[in-house]
């Protein structure tokens, strides 16, 4: 009996232990992906990599190069990156709408109907439309250009930028699309899953044409710009039953982004 006593103490401690490092390690994970996401402001060129990665110089294979010979390697270039088209679905804003429907938006971009806003704004026999309804947009956009941009922060529930890195990530942002005039970008808005999702859905967009606007302002042209919400729809994480308030925070705030992908030809 002592050493069944021993055994089960034994094995209860070291269950624990793990999980007292499972939590430890799943702490530094998210910490250390937080502070990527929201720490580091990317530069122009960097974000014209991201934009254009098929105009990228393929590099090689690698290997050890010693007197002249590369060990380990065949020396073959990698292939260069081949482009694939991929659909975004979302309200669009009532600018990008305007500049669409004249005609002055290039790319594979289509307006759609919205059947959920117009249902939940249809009007009675005694009630007319105050203004018309959000509309939905389908956007092709090569995949391999979609970046987020977690480190774009705004204040509490507002559109208005909440430190000097998110407007110098902004200002980075329209430095990479001005070198590309005759190109279309999307600019979408995310938001993470607390509060109301008809909020949230007005929430994103607002802060996407927020950016726009910056963008506008920097000497981006309007006809570049698709700008869409997607509230809460498009979650990167969800934090678990159990977790601390700090360790939610942690899990939600990449999914308040701002992301930006070039729109197919």
Known sequence: MPAINFCLKF????????????LLLSCFLISAVTSMAQGTVRTPEEID??????????????????RGKTRGSSGAAA????????????VISAESQRILTRGGIRGKVEIKANPAAAADTAPTSSSTYSSSPPAMAEVQVYEQTRTAFSNI?????GTEFADESSRQ??????????AHPTETFVIEGHTCDLGDDHKNQTLSLDRAQAVANHLIRAGVKPEQLVVL?????????????????????????PNRRVGVARVAE
């Open 153 to 157: 922060l705004f204040k509490l529930g």
């Open 229 to 253: 919400g997607f509230g809460e729809t498009e979650q990167l994480a969800r934090p678990f039953l159990g977790d601390s308030p700090a360790q939610a925070e942690a899990v939600r705030a």
């Open 79 to 90: 292939a260069p990156v081949t482009l694939t088209t991929t659909k975004r679905a979302a």
């Open 11 to 22: 094995t209860n401690y070291t269950l624990h232990q793990s999980m007292n490092l499972h």
């Open 49 to 66: 990599k991201m934009l254009h990665p098929e105009k990228q110089a393929p590099s090689s294979t690698g290997g050890l190069k010693t």
């Open 169 to 178: 990530q902004v200002a980075n942002i329209a430095i990479a699309l001005k």
